[in-house]
Every structure is written in C-alpha cells, then in structure tokens.
C-alpha cells in the first residue's frame, strides 16, 4: 500500500494552483476577471472609498502588486479611482457599474465552484479545511 503524501507544503501549493486555475478558467468566461481581480473588487465592494494601501493590506499584497492590478481594473473599466479627500497622495476606489455587474456575472459561478469543493470534501471536511487553512492564513511566527 502507498503512503498518501505528506508534503503539506507541495500538497496546498498543488492545491492552490489547481483551484485558481480552475476558478479563473471559469470566471474569465463568465465575467471577464481573474480570482485575484475578483478579490480586489470583492474588496472595494465590502469597503467603498478603500486606499489603494488599504486594499493592499485587506488583499495581504505589496502595494506595488496592487498598484499594477488597479491600473487593470481601472483600465477595463470595473474600477474608479478618484483623489484621496484628506490625504494628497492617497486615492480612494470605487466599483464602477461594470465593476457591479463582473461582481454578480461570477457569484453563481462562485457559489457552483464552492458546492463542488464541499462535495468533494463533505460538509465536515470542507468546515475543517475552512478552519484550518483561516489558521494558517493568520498565522503568525
């Protein structure tokens, strides 16, 4: 009998890989935007008026990382950027419409995507994967 493998490290760098490819394989034909561009107006939608610094940190990114992925999403159109009201240097985000509308096209595709991952889990597994992957996420040495 083989041993499963134990390479927790390799194994959800695996997994990762396969779940973003396969959720931006999905989104990309549903609504236009990549899981990582689906994030960062998640984000802004949770926090309209959000700095690009705060959706850094909201986003766990450097700030050059998101400065290149709002220069996309402004670009495409799903993204406003306006001047800070109180800090000169700073900009505040907004969704636009078509910000709005990517948002909703990829919500159902979410919600399959998710529905098939807790099947393939179960219920109790997909709540303990769940749990233990907010842990890792948050942990700190």
């Given at each position: 009998?083989?041993e499963p493998d134990q390479r927790l490290y390799y194994l959800m760098?695996?997994?990762?890989?396969?779940?973003?490819?396969?959720?931006?394989?999905?989104?990309?034909?549903?609504a236009g935007v990549t899981t990582p561009q689906l994030g960062a107006?998640?984000?802004?939608?949770?926090?309209?008026?959000?700095?690009?610094?705060?959706?850094?940190?909201?986003?766990?990114?450097?700030?050059?990382?998101?400065?290149?992925?709002?220069?996309?999403?402004?670009?495409?159109?799903?993204?406003?950027?306006?001047?800070?009201?109180?800090?000169?240097?700073?900009?505040?985000?907004?969704?636009?419409?078509?910000?709005?509308?990517?948002?909703?096209?990829?919500?159902?595709?979410?919600?399959?995507?998710?529905?098939?991952?807790?099947?393939?889990?179960?219920?109790?597994?997909?709540?303990?994967?769940?749990?233990?992957?907010?842990?890792?996420?948050?942990?700190?040495?």
């Amino acid at each position: 009998m083989v041993e499963p493998d134990q390479r927790l490290y390799y194994l959800m760098q695996r997994a990762a890989h396969r779940l973003r490819t396969t959720l931006d394989r999905r989104c990309l034909a549903v609504a236009g935007v990549t899981t990582p561009q689906l994030g960062a107006l998640f984000a802004v939608q949770e926090e309209p008026g959000i700095t690009q610094q705060g959706l850094a940190h909201a986003l766990g990114l450097r700030e050059s990382a998101v400065t290149g992925l709002v220069g996309r999403l402004t670009a495409a159109g799903l993204l406003s950027r306006q001047a800070h009201p109180r800090q000169h240097r700073a900009v505040v985000l907004e969704l636009t419409e078509d910000g709005e509308a990517a948002l909703e096209a990829a919500r159902p595709e979410i919600d399959r995507f998710n529905a098939e991952v807790r099947a393939l889990l179960g219920d109790d597994g997909f709540e303990r994967t769940a749990a233990a992957m907010n842990r890792l996420a948050h942990w700190e040495e």
